[in-house]
């Protein structure tokens, strides 16, 4: 028996420096996956629900059977395989189309065959052309040859910044290797001054000092909320020139673990979220708020197999259950989803961050965000609400 191992890597960098139906889809499992994520991380993650879909997305078109409706279930995937290429090809395009002064975005999909590894034309032809994706064939039995070479395909058809996303032993006993490689570049569109930046207290959810953190300070107009519906405040802090990208920060309430939050958004959407800023906007203008915000550094190494257990994704990984039929003849599963992210936060901008502990008082002075206990960040393309990066953030470092 061989086995299909699926290797994923996101990689986010911060340097110093549509409206689409389909969109629904790929951003509604986010905040389920970053859920079940951060309990295999001890609640310290960040993830790319982007580069997760589109890799998952891949595997699907492949899969037949309860294997399939599986995938289809979890990443609210359309059963039509047309429409779901077309939703994928639109959503994407959007997302990944950027203009916005500031900001870098790329995101490649790669796939990687042992040479004695034989795949359908058919599905060959679709990770290609509908997919988008770099199809090459290696000698695994040479693993650390097919490592180097794969390694210097990423670096050429990537951003190029990206550098030894696979490992040798990633080759060792696979047959077939798929990869997304997502990097965002972000500069704030206000950013923060260094010399405001200071050495502060960290606290947990009961508010007992756990650490420190570089805070970062400023006072400028943001979109700002108290939303009662999800017990927790949220700050949006954009990127660039335009409006397009922005980072959505999620502050629970005094007393208010990070858990409740999440079971609130069973009724809550992100597009809720916006739309509560734009409300409030409406009512109260957009006004100065002070906002505090950690320097932070977070990588990410999981494997998503127990995540997307969780999420009713089983069969792909058991060798007498999958069901690949449209990608082979031979008897495959995937071995593991590996998924590997890092995050940087700094006074200039960011791939993802977030934190959050809000005071607020009346709005004729400005609103305080302090972001010194345990928060939500998801940095988001704002006209389709689609998740880029995710996570928690609630153990503090001196960064």
Same mark, same amino acid.
């Given at each position: 028996?061989?086995?299909?191992?699926?290797?994923?890597?996101?990689?986010?960098?911060?340097?110093?420096?549509?409206?689409?139906?389909?969109?629904?889809?790929?951003?509604?499992?986010?905040?389920?996956?970053?859920? @079940?994520?951060?309990?295999?991380?001890?609640?310290?993650? !960040? *993830? /790319?629900?982007? =580069?997760? $879909?589109?890799?998952?997305?891949?595997?699907?078109?492949?899969?037949?059977?309860?294997?399939?409706?599986?995938?289809?279930?979890?990443?609210?995937?359309?059963?039509?395989?047309?429409?779901?290429?077309?939703?994928?090809?639109?959503?994407?395009?959007?997302?990944?189309?950027?203009?916005?002064?500031?900001?870098?975005?790329?995101?490649?999909?790669?796939?990687?065959?042992?040479?004695?590894?034989?795949?359908?034309?058919?599905?060959?032809?679709?990770?290609?052309?509908?997919?988008?994706?770099?199809?090459?064939?290696?000698?695994?039995?040479?693993?650390?040859?097919?490592?180097?070479?794969?390694?210097?395909?990423?670096?050429?058809?990537?951003?190029?910044?990206?550098?030894?996303?696979?490992?040798?032993?990633? @080759?060792?006993?696979?047959?077939?290797?798929?990869?997304? !490689? *997502? /990097?965002?570049? =972000?500069? $704030?569109?206000?950013?923060?001054?260094?010399?405001?930046?200071?050495?502060?207290?960290?606290?947990?959810?009961?508010?007992?000092?756990?650490?420190?953190?570089?805070?970062?300070?400023?006072?400028?107009?943001?979109?700002?909320?108290?939303?009662?519906?999800?017990?927790?405040?949220?700050?949006?802090?954009?990127?660039?020139?335009?409006?397009?990208?922005?980072?959505?920060?999620?502050?629970?309430?005094?007393?208010?673990?990070?858990?409740?939050?999440?079971?609130?958004?069973?009724?809550?959407?992100?597009?809720?979220?916006?739309?509560?800023?734009?409300?409030?906007?409406?009512?109260?203008?957009?006004?100065?708020?002070?906002?505090?915000?950690?320097?932070?550094?977070?990588?990410?190494?999981?494997?998503?197999?127990?995540?997307?257990?969780?999420?009713?994704?089983?069969?792909?990984?058991?060798?007498?259950?999958?069901?690949?039929?449209?990608?082979?003849?031979?008897?495959?599963?995937?071995?593991?989803?590996?998924?590997?992210?890092?995050?940087?936060?700094?006074?200039?901008?960011?791939?993802?961050?977030?934190?959050?502990?809000?005071?607020?008082?009346?709005?004729?002075?400005?609103?305080?965000?302090?972001?010194?206990?345990?928060?939500?960040?998801?940095?988001?393309?704002?006209?389709?609400?689609?998740?880029?990066?995710?996570?928690?953030?609630?153990?503090?470092?001196?960064?």
């Amino acid at each position: 028996m061989y086995r299909l191992s699926i290797g994923v890597l996101f990689v986010i960098i911060t340097t110093c420096f549509c409206d689409v139906d389909f969109s629904d889809r790929a951003r509604n499992f986010s905040i389920e996956l970053i859920h @079940f994520t951060q309990l295999e991380t001890n609640g310290h993650v !960040v *993830i /790319s629900p982007l =580069g997760i $879909w589109t890799l998952m997305t891949g595997v699907a078109l492949g899969a037949t059977r309860d294997s399939y409706k599986q995938l289809i279930r979890a990443f609210i995937l359309p059963r039509n395989k047309d429409e779901l290429i077309e939703g994928y090809k639109k959503l994407t395009n959007t997302v990944l189309t950027s203009r916005t002064k500031g900001v870098s975005l790329t995101s490649k999909n790669y796939v990687f065959l042992d040479n004695d590894f034989m795949v359908y034309p058919q599905f060959r032809h679709i990770v290609q052309e509908d997919f988008g994706a770099i199809v090459k064939v290696f000698d695994f039995d040479n693993p650390n040859a097919a490592a180097k070479k794969a390694n210097s395909y990423i670096k050429k058809f990537g951003s190029g910044v990206v550098a030894n996303v696979l490992k040798s032993e990633d @080759f060792a006993e696979s047959r077939m290797l798929i990869t997304n !490689v *997502i /990097s965002f570049k =972000g500069l $704030w569109s206000s950013p923060f001054n260094k010399s405001e930046t200071r050495r502060q207290p960290f606290y947990n959810e009961d508010m007992e000092k756990i650490g420190e953190v570089n805070m970062m300070y400023q006072v400028a107009p943001f979109p700002f909320s108290n939303y009662a519906d999800i017990k927790a405040y949220i700050l949006e802090l954009p990127y660039g020139n335009d409006n397009k990208y922005s980072m959505l920060v999620i502050l629970p309430h005094i007393h208010v673990k990070l858990a409740d939050v999440y079971q609130n958004f069973a009724k809550v959407t992100l597009k809720d979220l916006q739309q509560k800023l734009v409300d409030d906007i409406d009512i109260w203008d957009l006004s100065d708020v002070e906002v505090q915000l950690p320097r932070f550094k977070i990588s990410t190494n999981v494997v998503l197999n127990k995540p997307l257990n969780n999420m009713g994704v089983f069969d792909i990984f058991e060798p007498d259950l999958a069901s690949f039929e449209k990608v082979t003849s031979e008897d495959i599963f995937v071995s593991a989803v590996i998924h590997k992210a890092d995050i940087d936060v700094t006074e200039s901008g960011t791939v993802a961050s977030g934190s959050t502990i809000a005071s607020i008082q009346d709005r004729t002075l400005p609103p305080k965000f302090t972001a010194n206990r345990p928060f939500l960040y998801f940095i988001i393309e704002r006209t389709t609400t689609t998740v880029i990066f995710g996570g928690v953030y609630s153990q503090p470092t001196v960064y």
